[in-house]
């Protein structure tokens, strides 16, 4: 029988999503619960790795296994089994035929940027800090040139392992609450460290540091040398995967707390 699951995880003390050797990731915890549940070894796949640091509220991941047990047994005994920054949100029966990653039609990601002079203590791992005044309008001005299907090399990591740079960016909005910019960007995929390097570089538009503009000839340079360095870890957020409505998966889940939106 094939499972999915809908994973929220503070990313701050892990390795990153996906499994390595000495553990330490959020994989390794979720394969160990599952499989504790299961009593076989489970083996998980995700709609979407993410790196070191980085958080998620709606990972979709999907699994197959022998054992039969309600669906209150993969989200409850599996989160009796988690460290306190992981959890199930939901478990779903699916077709076999279902991939969380291959079946997925968009994800979407949300960076959070804390922007006053001062550095963060309290959310010090959850969101990202900027340090000099930033012009919102500037931003969403230069995000309306990322919009579409374009050749992002400009944002993409060396150590990407897509097969083109090629994606399809739907949205691209900044908004502002308090002293916190809020980045939301939806996609067909993203490359290594897009949204971290798209964040970086509309930073430098939001301080006058280049125009708006800008960012169009970054794209059409596809030289990712030009671009701003690689934006903080601690901010990012996987908020959401895309699915068609005939897998029949549950709603994805709002803020994870009143007042907190990542």
Partial sequence: MRIALCIEYDGSGFRGWQTQSGGGTV?????????QIAGEPIQVACAGRTDAGVHATAQ???????AERPLSAWVRGT???LPPTVAVRWAQGVADDFHARFSASG???RYLLLNRQQRPALAQAQVGWFHLPLDL????AGAQFLLGEQDFSCFRAAECQAKSPVKVLRQASIGREAETLVFDFEASAFLHHMVRNMVGSLVYVGNGKHPPEWIGEL?????????????AADGLYLSGVSYEQHW????LPG???????P
Avoid: W
């Avoid at 979709?60 to 022998?66: A, E, G, K, L, R």
């Avoid at 309008?137 to 969403?140: I, K, P, S």
């Avoid at 803020?255 to 939106?261: H, M, N, T, Y």
């Fill in 255 to 261: 803020p994870v707390l009143p007042g907190f939106k």
């Fill in 248 to 251: 029949g998966l549950p709603p």
């Fill in 137 to 140: 309008a500037a931003m969403q």
């Fill in 27 to 35: 994989q390794d915890a979720l394969q160990a619960a599952l499989s």
């Fill in 219 to 231: 794209i059409a340079s596809r030289e990712r040398r030009l671009a701003a360095p690689t934006f």
């Fill in 79 to 81: 989160n009796a089994l």
């Fill in 107 to 109: 994800r979407r990601y």
């Fill in 60 to 66: 979709i991941v999907h699994f197959d296994s022998c």
